[in-house]
DNA sequence: AGTGCGGCCTGTCCGC
DNA sequence: TGCGGACAGGCCGCAC
């Protein structure tokens, strides 16, 4: 599933394949998606040149020269690079056809990803507007300082994209074991220099998968499915009753809102 | 304003 | 073997 380190990976990824190339054509095939892609981009992106490819969050930023499309993932999402003849796999929804013969190919299983188009500024978009900092621009003092007086629970206030960005299910588990507080707590209550040791373990746990990213790079074009690297160097992450890797305790797996939650009830308090 | 939760979707897995 | 149901997940948007 597309998590932040993915999407980096996916931007790094189409960046030489389609920074200044004309866009020749927008072939849409199923425009249901979390909003219904819009109308305007198959009528303004052909004839423009893709200027960058840029990330805000786990967003998809392809800037043209007169508009910017905006793509997520969501969940189940993929942007690939391919020839616009290979006939499209079942939930290929979108081709951006490009004038040296390829096409970015928008693939999505469960459409909770999104595909839309603004002339404005991307960053006054209403999906973009109100998110917090990238992890890698975050200070554990304003982490700390915006904690103060919030009940909500430590996981679920990492998780909200006003805090910051790219942290989902997986990496908040990974990262709260990390620095040992014990996901339950309110986010009020955890003191400064512990929020200095969860800063260091968000930005730790999403270079190791973003390391882990860059070999599916290779194979990009290939269309290979990712091979679940991830899954083995888990420390918590569905690990429900295996032994925590630190002392041995088994992990524990809770219901917090409607999210699993795994921690280690030893290591973690 | 902060917080919790429903809903959107389909593939996968489990039990009968 | 086939079928139904539970579950997974990001994140918007609503209700309290």
């Given at each position: 599933m597309p998590e932040l380190p993915e999407v980096e990976t996916t931007r790094r990824g189409i960046t030489p394949w389609c920074v200044g190339q004309k866009v020749t054509r927008v072939d849409v095939r199923e425009r249901r998606l979390r909003w219904p892609v819009p109308a305007e981009i198959v009528e303004s992106l052909p004839r423009q040149t893709i200027r960058s490819v840029d990330r805000r969050a786990k967003y998809l930023l392809i800037r043209a020269d007169r508009g910017t499309v905006i793509a997520h993932l969501g969940m189940s999402g993929s942007l690939r690079v391919t020839r616009p003849k290979v006939p499209p796999r079942k939930h290929d929804h979108l081709d951006i056809v490009l004038a040296n013969g390829m096409c970015l190919r928008f693939h999505d299983p469960r459409r909770f990803g999104c595909v839309l188009w603004t002339t404005d500024d991307p960053c006054v978009h209403p999906l973009l507007r109100d998110l917090g900092p990238e992890p890698w621009d975050a200070d554990s003092e304003y982490i700390y300082r915006r904690s103060r007086?919030?009940?909500?629970s430590v996981k679920g206030f990492l998780m909200d994209s006003h805090t910051?960005?790219?942290?989902g299910n997986i990496y908040a588990n990974e990262a709260l074991f990390l620095a040992s507080i014990d996901p339950r707590r309110a986010a009020g209550s955890i003191s400064r220099a512990r929020y200095q040791r969860l800063a260091t373990a968000i930005v730790r746990v999403l270079d190791e998968a973003l390391g882990m990213g860059g070999t599916t790079l290779r194979d990009f074009v290939s269309a290979s499915?990712?091979?679940?690297?991830?899954r083995q160097v888990l420390?918590?992450?569905?690990?429900?009753?295996e032994p925590c890797r630190r002392c041995s305790t088994k992990i524990r797996r809770i219901l917090t809102g409607q999210r699993s939650t795994y921690f280690c009830p030893r290591c973690q308090h």
């Open positions: 007086g919030r009940n909500q910051l960005v790219g942290v499915g990712e091979p679940g690297y991830f420390r918590v992450y569905d690990r429900d009753g």
